[in-house]
């Protein structure tokens, strides 16, 4: 049964800073490709960064782009989002998803792509 856990969200004033973790079992992480996802109230879900397994390629909305870092540790089967520069508009319920047999390509930021979920982490960010 494959599980993933979010966490390291809470409360930050803009400008601010956090890193959130997600970790996976039940399933090989390294052959997976990881995203983090984000959703606000009212919105649709939208990607936020991707990082393929193998090669290690990273991809991001033009809208983090600059601002947050993706990076995963295997041998921990760990993925991460560092989130520098916060802004009000960052404010969403962030999910991290797995999606195996594929790197990220075009289709990484559709949430159809991916075949797991983790259950989500809420980020608030006040102006």
């Known amino acids: 049964q494959v599980q993933m856990v979010e966490s390291g969200g809470g409360l930050v004033q803009a400008g601010g800073s956090l890193r959130l973790s997600c970790t996976a079992s039940?399933?090989?992480?390294?052959?997976?490709?990881m995203a983090w996802l984000r959703q606000a109230p009212g919105k649709e879900r939208e990607g936020v960064s991707c990082?393929?397994?193998?090669?290690?390629?990273?991809y991001y909305a033009d809208s983090v782009e600059g601002r947050f870092t993706i990076s995963r540790d295997n041998a921990k089967d760990t993925l991460f989002l560092q989130m520098n520069s916060l802004k009000p508009e960052d404010t969403a319920m962030y999910y991290c998803?797995?999606?195996?047999?594929?790197?990220?390509?075009?289709?990484?930021?559709?949430?159809?792509?991916?075949?797991?979920w983790g259950q989500g982490t809420q980020v608030t960010v006040s102006s």
């Open positions: 998803a797995a999606r195996a047999g594929a790197y990220c390509s075009g289709s990484w930021p559709r949430p159809q792509f991916y075949n797991y």
């Open positions: 039940g399933l090989t992480f390294a052959d997976y490709t």
């Open positions: 990082i393929s397994w193998g090669s290690g390629s990273t």
